[in-house]
């Protein structure tokens, strides 16, 4: 009898402990909240990509006219090579060398892992995302979820029900009306 009181004991301490586990995993709450809809709807954002599509155009533009002049003495050096001694050919590949490096230096300046578009878009975006992701913890904190994903930009959330999308609330919070979504 003192064994079947044992594994009884331990059979009724396993329950508890599942049920408990079972009641704070479903305790849990989530939500999700789609950031391109949140961004799309934030004025600020719309004005800052135009000014980094504006200054990216004109920065291409300026390193294309560096690269054509670099082209255009090329084909210059190229039809004049031959009549040109060997010290002279020697400068005029120098210098063409010099300004296509120069035109692919101001390209990696522009546009390079921490160049002047990374640069200029840390200033105009990373304040909009530190205020979206703000609003996000309050309404989190608010409503009392354990996790919030975001479903935007190939996120791995297959299914989301709508009802727990949370993206307008992230809106309101920070001050900005949007019409309802379906």
Do not use: C
Request: proline share 2%; glycine share 4%.
């Amino acid at each position: 009898m003192n064994i079947f009181a044992e594994i009884m004991k331990r059979l009724f301490v396993m329950m508890l402990a599942f049920v408990g586990f079972s009641h704070f995993a479903g305790a849990q709450k989530y939500g999700y909240v789609d950031s391109q809809y949140i961004l799309e709807n934030i004025p600020e954002y719309t004005d800052a990509q135009e000014e980094l599509n504006k200054l990216s155009e004109q920065w291409m533009l300026e390193i294309e006219e560096k690269f054509q002049m670099v082209d255009k003495k090329q084909r210059e050096y190229d039809t004049e090579a031959i009549l040109l001694p060997e010290e002279i050919k020697k400068q005029r590949q120098k210098e063409i060398d010099d300004m296509r490096f120069s035109a692919m230096e101001l390209q990696k300046q522009r546009f390079g892992v921490g160049g002047d578009l990374f640069k200029k878009r840390e200033e105009l975006i990373k304040p909009i995302q530190d205020r979206i992701f703000e609003a996000i913890q309050q309404v989190a904190v608010e409503r009392q979820y354990s996790f919030v994903f975001d479903k935007a930009n190939q996120s791995n959330l297959l299914y989301a029900d709508p009802k727990f999308d949370i993206s307008d609330a992230v809106l309101q919070k920070m001050g900005i009306k949007v019409a309802k979504r379906n």
